[in-house]
């Protein structure tokens, strides 16, 4: 059970091409965004569609998974877990941010 405690799947679309960035030490960190779509119908029986953007980040072998093969437009799905972390913005104030760090990354579609 303890696989279970923080576990996130998610299939969307990437929002744009990946951001690749080679640390000191060369190891190599992937950054991008997923959208996912959910449909349902609202109390007056309308269609309604909301998408969520989900940031996503991948180090080391699948850093480069990402870099060779996913580009803006791809359908993937994600395993991961959810992660918080915060930081000071060039203005000075501490900013939040929630990302999904991924451990595997499956390419969908064509």
């Given at each position: 059970m303890n696989a279970l405690k923080n576990k996130v799947q998610l299939i969307g679309y990437l929002g744009q091409d990946p951001e690749i960035?080679?640390?000191?030490?060369?190891?190599?960190?992937?950054?991008?965004?997923?959208?996912?779509?959910?449909?349902?119908k609202n109390a007056n029986g309308e269609k309604v569609e909301d998408t969520?953007?989900?940031?996503?980040?991948?180090?080391?072998?699948?850093?480069?998974i990402v870099e060779n093969y996913l580009l803006k437009g791809k359908q993937v799905a994600i395993d991961g877990k959810l992660t918080h972390r915060s930081y000071d913005g060039k203005d000075g104030e501490k900013r939040y941010i929630t990302e999904i760090r991924?451990?595997?990354v499956l390419m969908l579609g064509k």
């Open positions: 960035v080679t640390l000191d030490g060369g190891k190599k960190l992937a950054k991008f965004s997923i959208a996912t779509t959910d449909n349902y969520q953007w989900h940031n996503i980040v991948a180090w080391g072998k699948t850093a480069d991924c451990n595997e």
